[in-house]
Nanobody, 122 residues
């Protein structure tokens, strides 16, 4: 059974940094692409970033480009999202999502974690 458990959320001041983690189990983590998706309070889902299975290719939404960095440690079955220069608009629940593909030719969502809340505020 696929399990994705996010951690690292919390309160951060505007301009601050936070690193989210996602511990994966129940599948061969190293052969699947992964994504981060967020949902701000009262709003719909927004795709944030994706990384291919080998960690060699990444993609970002314009709203987070040059501020967020996605990475993965296939030896530790863990996905990361480094958030820098936080803005109030980054406040959201962040979900770790598994793709059924290894590449980013088509970014797909198959299994979701339960999410971790990030609040950017003074």
């Amino acid at each position: 059974e696929v399990h994705l458990v996010e951690s690292g959320g919390g309160l951060v001041q505007p301009g601050g940094s936070l690193r989210l983690s996602c511990a994966a189990s129940g599948f061969s983590f190293s052969i699947y692409a992964m994504s981060w998706v967020r949902q701000a309070p009262g709003k719909g889902l927004e795709w944030v970033s994706a990384i291919n299975s080998g960690g060699t290719t990444t993609s970002y939404a314009d709203s987070v480009k040059d501020r967020f960095t996605i990475s993965r440690d296939n030896a530790e079955n863990t996905l990361y999202l480094q958030m820098n220069s936080g803005e109030p608009e980054d406040t959201a629940v962040y979900y770790c999502v598994k793709s059924p593909r290894s590449d980013l030719i088509v970014i797909m969502m198959e299994y979701w974690g339960k999410g971790t809340l990030v609040t950017v505020s003074t």
